[in-house]
């Protein structure tokens, strides 16, 4: 087990998480519960025990256990209505998911009791049954994040660590948050994921996942989330970093909180000086003790301000003036430091502090052999070594080693100093493979966090990928659709269009026909009125004796011709479109029909008899009888006669 040389106890692994009446309280602290320069009162370390964003620092001392689990009866009985309330408005701030609703959770939760049972057994239920109501992708991201720590926080196991399904539905929530491309929601589950690793203890993820969370919140708007929740974030990556020995990170970090500080309201001061410490011990560690004596003096300052913890003010000035004495002799100044240190170890060996018994040791040894004083630091020196090693502070046991070997030295006892300079050199290279064991993981976080980052980039891009190619498959679809659509219209309407022009063909046909017809009705009846006409001035002449003798008369008669040429070729146009089927039948059933047939035969099927064929053809009465003859041989007829009623029928042959 490494230590830090100013009071917390790391391990890889290992820390305790204190329970009191239900109260979850997430801290990296081990058994010993010091800070970087000794001991501090029953209350957890307040860095790193952030939450969903509220803070969990809560001052329990033994003493107060019966009456507090007595109120604490008595405070449900009151406060479950009004609990229930908070817990729906609660749940309605993380189905919003906008831009101020971290500062609202924030606010809402400073008034609530928070705890494992509230957390997990109370909002948890009534997030996943609202959740299933009706979802809500926020309020999912939500769900898997209290999911995440209730399965870690719930079954604490130390061995194992983190619990696998916690990363996996962390990990699920981060790609939610990004595929919502919600940075702010994003950033908070960094928070939230970081605060998995502080508790168990793993440093260098815990800084990663902070990292991260600082990163997303500063390019979104820091002031997006409570100082609060800053605050006790940059402390937590303050303490991290002192724990894996990089001090000037610890020193940034602490600079960062303590900026934010001015803006908000403590229920106590106790978290400043802890920070405090983290800072003057970092610039103690790195040489520079005015620095260090500046934050140790505002660490007195702080103390002064805590009136109701006077125990815990006493050993922590003492504790404070103790490292500024330790600074004055860092700058050789001996005399001014002797006492304050002997404040310290007389104060914590009041306290029965091991710890900083040992470190207060070790800053007098080291005084003590600047003054040549080689028995005094000798002494003190092995009293640190035998206490560092048998709890395995191999820095301090080796710094003692180192101490002790320097005085063997010097007294010129080479076996002894051979032996303490090999110790220091082992413990040496322990710390040294701690730090680059812490070294490795840090390294291992960030690129485990880079490749998770880029799992989920490519897992969203994917996502983008497939819902764009839908997006194009159902709009190629929809055109598609419309293109069958207007091509569907647009048949219909050749379809439409030609119908009605056919149909409009079919009248103007119909009409011409009806007209053609009539004509030819009109036509035929002129013929017979023509012909009616002529056969009674026949009639007369051949009454009128003084006509007898006057055959040329009846020659003129006979062979006067009703329809002229040109009267026929406009009367046979007429014909044609009144029956326009008949002269093709009989040009199918006469081939090389003549002119002459053809006349016949359309005078037959108009219904005239053989004088009024003679009188329009301008023929005699044989002739057309003749005609009558041949015209029915062609025709395969048994007679003349046949004639009349087979052209009447020749168009329903």
């Not at 610890?250 to 403590?266: D, E, H, M, Q």
């Not at 900083?356 to 080689?374: I, P």
Request: glycine share 6%; proline share 3%.
């Amino acid at each position: 087990m490494i230590s830090n040389p100013t009071g917390y106890l790391y391990e890889d692994i290992k820390c305790l998480c204190p329970n009191f009446s239900g109260v979850l309280k997430t801290s990296t602290l081990h058994n010993n519960k010091k800070g970087p320069s000794g001991d501090y009162p029953p209350e957890s370390y307040p860095f790193g025990d952030y939450l969903s964003g509220t803070s969990f620092s809560f001052a329990v001392a033994k003493r107060h256990y019966a009456l507090c689990g007595l109120l604490l009866l008595i405070f449900i009985c009151h406060s479950v209505c009004g609990q229930n309330s908070k817990i729906d408005s609660l749940i309605e701030i993380y189905a919003a998911g906008d831009a101020g609703c971290i500062r609202r959770e924030a606010q809402l939760l400073s008034s609530v009791r928070l705890s494992g049972g509230f957390l997990f057994d109370t909002l948890m239920p009534r997030v996943a049954a609202k959740q299933k109501k009706k979802k809500n992708p926020y309020l999912q991201i939500r769900l898997l994040r209290l999911q995440a720590n209730a399965a870690s926080y719930k079954n604490i196991d130390f061995e194992r660590g983190i619990a696998p399904v916690s990363l996996e539905l962390t990990k699920e929530a981060i790609r939610l948050c990004m595929l919502e491309k919600n940075d702010l929601l994003l950033a908070d589950t960094y928070f939230d994921m970081a605060e998995l690793y502080n508790f168990y203890g793993q440093n260098e993820e815990y800084l990663t996942m902070l990292a991260r969370a600082f990163e997303i919140a500063d390019k979104i708007g820091i002031g997006l989330f409570p100082e609060n929740l800053l605050y006790h974030k940059l402390g937590g990556m303050s303490k991290a970093a002192y724990g894996t020995q990089a001090y000037r990170e610890c020193v940034s970090y602490g600079r960062k909180a303590l900026g934010f500080r001015k803006n908000i309201t403590l229920s106590e001061a106790s978290p400043d000086v802890f920070l405090f410490d983290l800072i003057g011990a970092s610039y103690k560690k790195m040489g520079r003790t005015d620095s260090s004596v500046y934050f140790y003096s505002q660490l007195l300052q702080t103390l002064e301000h805590l009136p109701s913890q006077p125990s815990f003010r006493k050993f922590w000035t003492a504790i404070a003036r103790g490292n500024i004495g330790e600074n004055f002799i860092m700058k050789g100044d001996m005399n001014a430091g002797e006492p304050l240190l002997r404040e310290w170890l007389a104060a914590a060996i009041e306290n029965r502090d091991q710890w900083n018994v040992c470190l207060s040791r070790n800053a007098l040894a080291q005084g003590y052999y600047l003054q040549r004083n080689y028995r005094e630091a000798a002494r003190l020196w092995k009293e640190v070594y035998m206490w560092s090693t048998a709890n395995k502070m191999y820095e301090y046991a080796g710094r003692a080693a180192t101490g002790l070997a320097s005085v063997f030295r010097e007294e010129e006892r080479a076996d002894s100093a051979y032996f303490y300079y090999a110790q220091a050199y082992a413990f040496r290279d322990s710390v040294t493979a701690y730090i680059n064991r812490s070294g490795l993981r840090a390294t291992r976080a960030k690129v485990r966090l880079d490749h998770l980052q880029l799992s989920l980039e490519s897992t969203t891009l994917l996502l983008k990928k497939e819902k764009e190619n839908k997006r194009l498959i159902l709009l190629g679809i929809a055109l598609l659709a419309v293109i069958a659509a207007l091509g569907y219209s647009r048949q219909q309407l050749k379809i439409k269009n030609r119908l009605e022009w056919t149909i409009q063909k079919k009248k103007e046909a119909e009409t011409e026909v009806t007209e053609a017809r009539r004509q030819i009705k009109e036509f035929v009846g002129n013929l017979r009125e023509k012909n009616e006409l002529i056969e009674s001035l026949r009639k007369k002449v051949q009454e009128d004796e003084a006509f007898h003798t006057r055959q040329d008369i009846f020659e003129s008669l006979d062979s006067y011709t009703l329809v002229s040429d040109e009267e026929w070729i406009k009367f046979r146009g007429d014909f044609s479109r009144a029956y326009p089927l008949f002269l093709t039948e009989l040009a199918a059933r006469l081939p090389q029909l003549t002119p002459a047939e053809e006349r016949l035969s359309i005078l037959i099927f108009l219904g005239l008899t053989g004088p009024q064929i003679a009188a329009t053809l301008g023929i005699g009465r044989k002739s057309v009888t003749r005609a009558r003859h041949r015209l029915a041989r062609r025709l395969d007829l048994p007679d003349a006669a046949s004639l009349d009623p087979y052209m009447a029928t020749l168009l329903k042959l």
